[in-house]
């Protein structure tokens, strides 16, 4: 076995990327990465995964750059060669990635859909016989140099945007698509053949796509939004999709025989001009054949149109007709109880009903009337008894001032006639009441006045 680590023959190198990680403008750094793994993940983990955590992301990362969903360890040897050498551990990075399902051989990522793509002919997916000899050998990681692996999540994204743009393309509407519309349509997301193959896999895989062959021609259905899956294909389908393939045809035919009747035209204008007058007559006859021709190719056009159109329509009035069934059968379960005698005596019930509120809402309105009247007469008692010039038992206030004093050198029956006159009402209390509330309190005044009895100490 030679030494791997020598470089490249240059014809074999490849245009390394700018992109790459701070690390490899450090030579200590790089030379540790370019190292083999040992033998052993358990010898030093440490080392193990740190050469794994910076070569797995970086592969995806540069196949992402390159717009590839496979690679081979022959090219990752060309891509990230470095002063005169390359990774010895590529290989056991590959198959890390493979345990992890980050990446898969393409030959078993294609035998996993069970769509028979590969029966349609050599040279569709990259299928390599593996070359077990030294030369092609990575020291003892027996990972074949040209052994093509899928980069698992860089498919789906090319499956995905593939999906898209198709959904959102004019042809969007058609069931079915040959396989070269298909490239054409998708040659800026995929930008080979493989590439678009391993994509519609991935399609296939998912439910998203049908694929199979017609009369030795390639063609595939999209499911289309809302569906969970794409339906098989139908006779409908390859029915609707020769008519269609007619029409371009036809098409493109009567385009062809219109440039070729304004040919003819201006040939014989020239020739008219040159005094060939009849080698100009022949010129037109040709031009009138063409003109024929085309309009009966014309005709065929517009019948084969025609009948695209009706389809289409039959398709709209099957909608129409199952939007109508849906809807007579909803309205059958929901009026499967509703009779008429049902519904009149269903009216009757809520009439009755309102007219029992009628009755409960005007009793409440005459109990509220009752008992604002007797809030009323209440009111007007409470103002009653509150006139001032009602009834009352007090003598009227004074209106003369009291003076503090008598001034000097006035009579004391001055003084007395300057005060209010003594109340005319009789005290009701009699002599007897008089004699026994004093004696009540000449007894109060006697226990207060004797003294309390100390308690004696115990013995």
């Not at 196949?63 to 090219?75: D, F, H, K, N």
């Not at 304004?262 to 080698?279: H, I, M, S, W």
């Not at 009752?370 to 209106?399: M, N």
């Amino acid at each position: 076995m030679g030494d791997m680590s020598s470089p490249l023959p240059k014809q074999q190198q490849h245009e390394t990327y700018d992109e790459f990680p701070p690390e490899w403008a450090d030579d200590e750094r790089m030379c540790f990465l370019f190292s083999a793994f040992k033998h052993n993940r358990e010898v030093n983990c440490t080392d193990w995964d740190s050469k794994m955590d910076f070569w797995g992301p970086l592969i995806v990362r540069t196949c992402r750059q390159r717009g590839a969903v496979c690679v081979t360890l022959q090219e990752l040897n060309q891509i990230f060669h470095r002063k005169g050498s390359f990774p010895l551990g590529l290989g056991t990075v590959i198959q890390g990635m493979v345990r992890h399902g980050r990446l898969q051989k393409e030959s078993e990522f294609a035998a996993n859909v069970d769509s028979g793509w590969l029966s349609w002919g050599v040279g569709l997916l990259l299928v390599r016989p593996l070359k077990w000899t030294l030369s092609t050998l990575l020291g003892t990681s027996r990972v074949p140099l040209e052994e093509s692996y899928v980069v698992i999540e860089l498919v789906k994204e090319k499956a995905t945007e593939l999906l898209r743009v198709y959904r959102s393309s004019p042809i969007a509407d058609r069931a079915l698509l040959s396989f070269q519309e298909l490239r054409t349509m998708a040659a800026h997301i995929c930008p080979d053949e493989t590439t678009l193959c391993l994509a519609l896999l991935q399609l296939q895989r998912e439910k998203h796509v049908t694929v199979s062959l017609h009369e030795g021609e390639k063609i595939v259905k999209f499911s289309q939004p809302g569906q969970g899956r794409v339906p098989p294909v139908s006779d409908v389908d390859l029915g609707i999709y020769q008519l269609q393939r007619s029409e371009r045809l036809l098409g493109e035919r009567v385009e062809a025989l219109g440039e070729e009747a304004d040919r003819c035209r201006e040939e014989a204008r020239t020739l008219l001009r040159e005094g060939k007058k009849t080698q100009a007559l022949r010129c037109l006859r040709g031009r009138k054949r063409v003109e024929k021709r085309a309009d009966r190719l014309h005709a065929q056009l517009e019948t084969v149109k025609g009948i695209l159109d009706r389809i289409a329509h039959s398709h709209t009035d099957r909608l129409v007709m199952q939007a109508y069934q849906a809807g007579v059968a909803a309205l059958r379960l929901s009026l499967k109880d509703v009779t008429v005698e049902r519904a009149e005596s269903l009216v009757d019930q809520i009439q009755e009903l309102c007219d029992n509120q009628d009755e409960v809402n005007q009793t409440l309105s005459g109990a509220a009337l009752d008992a604002s009247d007797d809030l009323e007469e209440e009111l007007k008692t409470l103002l009653e008894e509150s006139d001032p010039d009602g009834p009352h038992t007090l003598p009227e206030v004074p209106t003369k001032p009291l003076t503090p004093g008598m001034a000097p050198g006035r009579s004391s029956e001055s003084f007395l006639a300057s005060l209010p006159d003594v109340p005319t009402s009789e005290v009701n209390i009699t002599d007897e009441e008089l004699d026994r509330e004093l004696s009540r309190l000449t007894l109060a005044d006697t226990v207060a006045q004797k003294p309390l009895k100390r308690p004696e100490p115990a013995l």
